[in-house]
Each structure stands twice: as C-alpha cells, then as structure tokens.
C-alpha cells in the first residue's frame, strides 16, 4: 500500500468551508470577489484581524486555522452590514460569521462575559441570570391586568412573546409596560407567557450555540402549543427574527409580527386615540433586526408620524444602511471585551448622528437600544439633552 | 468525659487569628450551659507568648518544631490524641482554611459527632448554624458525647475573647507525630497592591452586581470624587478584574472603614464577615432580599447604573 | 494518575428558599439545584491536570434529579468515566453516610488524587473531603486553589487570609479541597453535551446501607430574621442620590 506524505484526511479549513454551503445560499461562499466591501462596511472591521473578506480568503488558502487562533470575530455584531452590501450576495453573517463562532465555542474559546450569558441562559431561560418566577414582575400596577396565560387558560386573540429585556431590564421594562397600555387603549385580547417564557434565542445563536438555540426554541414551541391563539406578536426584533426565520425550521410556525407591524395595521383606530401633542424633532434608528434583516422599514415611522407634535428627520444613516448598536451577535454580552479592543462604541457613533441631525429623541424598537444609546449619550457632551425612547413609548405618552 | 469546652485556637505567623477570639467568646457561652471550663489549645514553637489575652479559664500549650506553622496532618494528629485523653464536652475549631482541613478527619477517626457553621449558641446548649449563603438558619442541640463544631463569625465580637491577664499555661507532650506526607514549602505574599485598602476610611466596594469590568470604571470615578479607594469582593477578583490586593472577604482583607460603600454586592458570609467591622455600611443592591441590607445602615434598591454616576456627579459640584 | 471527583447538587440560591411543613427541612417545590460551586471548580482542576499529564478522571455523584445534565457536562470537558450512586443514598445523605459509603467504593478504584470542592453552603456536618479522606487513610488540605503534579506528590496553593498562600507538598495518594482552579470552569457548546449524551453512559452503582452517626439532628430550620434591617431609601435613584449626599454630608465624608 503505497502511503503519502501528506495527511489524506481533510484539512480543518475544507470540513469547515464545506459546512458553509449547508447553510442557505451557502454556495455563493465559492463566488467571492474579494472586493473587500464586507470588510469596509464592517462597523468593526477594522479591529479584526481577520474581518470577513480575509477569512474566505484565508479559507480557499487552507489557513483558516490561523483565523481560529484569534478572537476578534467576537468583535462581529451580527449587525448583517456585510451581507446587505456583498455583491454576490453571500450569507456572510449566518454563515461565516455564526460558523466561525460555533467553531470557537466548541473549542473553548470563549470570552468570560459571554460564557455566563449563554449559561446563565440555558439554566434560568433568560441571559441575565435571573430567576424564571420573576419574568412577569413588571405587570404589577397595570390595568386591566395582563393575562398569563399559564395562570389564566383562556384563547386569546394575541400571544405577546415580551423578550428578555423587557420582562427583566429596569430599563426596558417601560418598554413592555408602555406596549400593554397600548394594547389595552385598542382593546386588543392578548396574554404573555410570563414565567413559561423562555429566551427566543435568537442572539444566542448568532454568537454560535447552535445547541442552545435549539434547546430555548424547543421548549417555547411546547409552552406555544399549549394554549390558543391567532398570532404572535413581539416587542423584540431579534425574537420578531427567531419566530419568523429560524423557528419554522424546528418545526415551531406561527404568524408573527413586530408589534410596529401589528400597530401600524390599526393606524386608524390608534390615531385618534393620540391626543396629547409630544413637541419634538425626533430621529429613527432602524434596528438590524428589523429593517436591515427583515425589511420593516415604513410601518415604525407610520406610528411616528401619526403622534401629534413630531417632526421626523432622517440621519444620514438609515433605513439599510443604519448603523448598528452594537448589540447583537453577543455584542450585549460582550462590552467589556469589545472595549478593551476598540475604546469605541458603536451606539456612540449613532448617539452622535442624531446630535448632528438636530434631534430631540432618538426613536428605537429594540429592547437592547434604550440602555446602549442612554449609556452613549452619558459620554457624549453635545447629547447631553437628546431622550431615547421606544416608539411605543412615544405613543403611550400620546395616549394621555 | 468532663465539662470542659476546648478552643483550637489558630495563630499566623505569629499573629493570633481573629476567629479565636471569637470561638473564646462562644466557648464561654457554652461552658456556661455546660458548667465546665474553657481552655485554649495552642500548638505552635515557642509561641506560648500569643496567650497573654486570651480570655480562657486555662491553657493547654504543646511545643513542636513540626508545629510552628499550619500542617493539617501534623495538627490533626495532636488534636485527636488531645481529645482522646482529657474527653471534653465539646471543642470548638474556626470555620476557616485551619479549622476546617482538621475537624472532618478528628470527626471520622475518633467517631465524634460534628455540627458545622455553627453562628451563636443558645440557652439550652443549643446550636444555631448559618447555612445557604446566610438565607437558612438551622437550629441542632448540642450532640451527646465530645461534640465537635466549626464556628463561623459574626455571632460573638473578638473583644469577648480577650481579657487583660494570661490564663494559666500548661504545657502538654507533644504526639509522635510520625512520618508527615504534607509539608510547607513556603509562603507566598499577596501580589503588593498599589495601597493597603484596610487602612482606608471611605471604601467603594463592587461585587457581581457590576457586572462588567469596564463598568468597574463608575465605582473608580465615584472613588476619586470621595476621595476614597475602590475594592472588591470574591468574584470580580477572581475575574482579574481587580487585583486580589483589592479583595474583601474570607480570602482576602478585612477592612473596618468610617464608610463602607457596598455597590451590587448580596452579602454573602464569606464578604460579610470582613465588613461588620465598619463604622456605617451603605448598601446598593437592586433585590430587596440581599442579605447585605441586614449589615447595612443605609440601603437602597435604585439601579446602581443609574445611580452611581448621579452621585459622582453631585459630589463633584459639591467640590467645585 | 488515576484522579477521582466527587461532586454534587446544591440548592441554587438565585431562587427564594423556604422551609417546607416539617420545619426541618427546605421546601423542594421551587427549589432549583445546581452545580456546588467549588465541585465544579475541582472537576476542571482535573481536567486541567488530564491535560497537563495524561490523567483518568472520573466523576462520581449521588442520583438526584438533573445529575446527568451535569455529568454528561463534565464529560464534554474531557472526564473518562462517570458514575452514578443510586439506592438508599437517594433519598439525602448527610456527609458523614457518604463518606463511610464512598470510602469503601473508592478504596476499589485506587485513585492516585482526589479532588472534590473544599465544602458546600448546605453542609451542617462539616464538609466532605476531610472525613472521606480518612476513611481512605489519604492526608487531606483544604482551600486549594493551584494544583500541579510532580511525580509520586502535588503541590498546592493552600489560601489563607488577606491573600496569604501557602505553598504545600503533599505525597499521593492525597484529597483535595478546591476552592478554586487554577482557571475558571470552562464554557462547553450544548451541542457538545448532546452529543455526549448519545455517546457516552453513566455507571449506576447501587450504594445501601447508609450508616449516618454523627451529623446532627435538626431541631427546626428557619430564615433569619432581620433584626437591624438597613434604613431603606428611595428606589429611585435621583432621590436616592440626594439623601446620599445629605447622609455622606452628616457622616463628614463630604
């Protein structure tokens, strides 16, 4: 038997580059141009050792074990710049970018911040940490009172899938709070899941447990299939993103909506209802999840448009090419990190933008915004006197 | 078997622990339910000096070379044929890295019975033990027989423990201590630290709460306002996140500020105990359930992230 | 070397513990169990040292609920053998029963080092490694936080106060206290532990005939009261953060 000197088993860059074209659209990976515009719109890429368009690179050259010995993907943001812009429409972010953490994940390479979050997530169903029975808290104090739908099994119209930061983050909760006064306002028949609601998981897997994903999706489908009801709706893109594009794929399928879509579609009944005049110049930041990855792009600004009092300007970033955050991917869980690296946040750059355009408010629609822009606008001196509020906010203020 | 209540006392390179005082103190406790005596057992190398304010009815002192510093084995054997010959009612060990490494093996060998984390003792000769993070009390009678127990802080001051005049000596023939299969190599020093935070009056103090360690950077800018020191307890230094020169707890320093800043810490036993030295403890924690809001004078449960740059901000226009 | 691990499951105290009717005991309806800390501290000590040395580990533990998820975890992080204590010991065992029981267990597999964490917030009859280390005829130092092979012995970080260590020699076959390894447990990927899961099996070993003298009899459990409860101000943090001021002002700090 004649042997060889080189290994006949496949090298880690070939097993790993063809895992890649599994994922959907995964054969484009083989059509890169090398333009490098993944890697300029990159809001990081400049950080990476190895920002997207090197790593395919480093892939067809076999040395993707190089790309494996650093940690700067953890840099990555999920923010979907990459794949928006790529020419030959390559699935940079679910792919590579989600791969390539999956990979360091099972290796072991892991930054400490992130690690609690993913465990803190498979023990307790929410990233903070926090004990499952408190998940409805913040519905103390409202009235007529939120159904929960675990404690009160009745059929609803509405499942209103909350999210982790808007059940759990002191912050956001206003958040969940201003959406329920919304919905009781139109009358909507809705229930939450409460302390049966789990993480939807989104984030998880894009900063590359797979696994977990697969095991919060799971049991959300069980804790769905229990009760009665039409559609799904959700005040977090990420999970708006998880029920709609990833969960069909376990077999879970629901109709879902963003609660800006569900909204919008009850314009003519919300609009009248918005008696009190908020004056101000307000700005939208389209989150990725929503407008960038799922092209949700009007029906937040119909509701803007539609509180008495508001002027809407545009930054100059926006709609598609918005800039993210900077919490998506496991970028929430990993400030710590990503500062070391950068000094610089992203959430400042957008903070800064909206100075720039001459805003009062900077409008968001995603739970992880309020805390991140707050928290940039505390280090920006000229945005001393800019507010971020959550659309729904904004309209619970309307409502009187 | 008589009355008496036994002490292991544990010193530190010639220092007498603190927790000896305290067990002094709950041994009187004890003897007083009991009706016998309390004597301080003292192993060590010529360190029948450490004795001078012990507050015990007696002292029982054994001098060998193999037990200048902490050996496990070597004190585990002393203590087990102390025991065996005088029988008292009870012996009291810390609940600490010395205390702890002994009174298991004394418990198996000699089959005694043991009752750990002992806080206070009642009337009745009864046990109150501090379990589950100090969420869970237990309450045992004093076992039958020579009963041994761990005593943690907090339920007696060390001054109970001391008194002005030495109690009488006695020395003891040491064990044959055999062939040991532990021994000390040497001491390591604590990484030196820029300051010595046991000597500061204001400390800001940030435990799991904080979350990040870039977040660490509120608590220091909060500290260089005041004027004071940022330290820390068990897990943010064990993140690297502060030097271990900054840690307050069992492992690390006990510190009795003026004012005692306690930023997204439980308070824990382990971190409690260095702290009820201070002279006011303030608490930020946003679970009205902490333990830490039973030490504190002052608490509160506002967002210490929203919270902590308001009061650097307002101590700075304070300043000018 | 042969390194066993005894580990196990404790109350998780993110949750509200509460005593059940008996009065002697916590209420399991809410409770939820996790991993001991310091266990888990000692089992990646082992793993480290597998690495460093080529190393057998087993896991060993008592079978309560949820004690696969956490074996088949120390498996994905590289342990060779897990084992699974089942019979009378199910029903709760206080320390001193589990090390009589073990001891005769383990004395059969003849391990080299024995690493289990340095106690557990449950425990009321002292911890565990020191009475399983006598029973095994082993010497036994607690609160390790640094272990490194040499041959026929360890040597060991024991920590004393104020940051103090002690470096410590020890001949094997030696118990470890761990109250921490020398890196913090590490992440394993869920799709890792599945795996395990279809791969790999846990041993059962029947363990009867408990003999628990010496641990103490509970006369009643309770929550403590708050005595001097801390003067609460407001929750909310601009009014809070004036009634600072005024109290850091009163206190002559400011």
Redesign the interface.
Known sequence: MATTAISQTPSFSETFFSSLYKVENGERFRTCLQCGSCSGVCPFGYLMDYPPGRMIAGLRADEFNLVMETDTVWMCVSCYACAQICPSKIPITAGLMTRTKEELLLAGNVPSELQSALENSQRYGNPMGESPRKRADWILGIEPQVTILGKDRRPVDILWFVGDYPSYHTRVQSVAKSLAKVLNALGVNFGILGPEENSDGDTQRLAGERGLFEMLAEKNGKIFSRYQFDRIITSDPHAYNALKNEYPTLGITYPVQHYTQFLAERIDQLKPLLVKEIQATVTYHDPCYLGRVNGIFTEPRILLEAIPGIKLVEMSHNQTSSLCCGGGGGGMWLDGFQWEKAHARLSEWRVREAVDIGANILAVACPYEPPRFEDAVKTIPQAEQLAVKDIVELLADALG | MNQDIFVAIEH?RGKV?EISYIMLAAAHALAKETGGQVAAIVFGQNAQSITSDFNADKVMYVDHPLLK??N??AYQKSMVGIIDEYKPRAVIFGH??VG??????I???L???????VRTIEAGS??I?????????????L?EGTA?I?LVPGGYKPEQGQAPQSPPLTSITPQQLGD????????????SGDIDITKEP?LIAVGRGIQ????ISLAEELAQA?GGEVCASRPVV??GWLP??R?VG?????VKP??YLAIGISGAPEHAEAITGSD????IN?DP?A?I???????????LF??I???TE??RN??G | MNIIVPVKLVPDLVEELSIDSSGVALDTAWLRMIVNEFDDHAIEQAIILKEKTGAHVTIISVNVEGIDDLLFTASAKGADRLIKLTGDVESGVNNHALARGLAAFIKELKPDLILTGVQAHNDLDGSLGPQLAEYLGMPYIGYISGVKADGEKVNVRKEYPGGLIGEMQASLPVLLGIQASEQPPRYVAISKVRQMMKTVSIEEVDLSALDSKGAPVVNRMFQPEATERATMLSENADEAAIQLINIFKELGTL
């Open positions: 530190l622990s510093d902490f496990p084995e600490t890295t702890m490494d002994i009174v298991g093996g418990s198996a060998h089959g005694l019975p043991l009752v750990s984390s009864k046990l033990s501090q379990i589950c993070g100090g969420k869970i009390m237990a309450e045992c009678d076992p041994l761990t040991l299969r532990i021994s000390l190599n040497q001491y390591l020093e604590p990484e204001l990040t360690q870039d977040n005041m064990d993140q271990t020169s840690l069992k492992s690390g320093a006990t003026k004012v006011v403890i303030i608490a946003t359930a333990p809001f039973n030490l504190a004078k002052y608490g509160t449960t506002a967002d929203e919270l740059p308001l009061l307002q101590v304070i300043k």
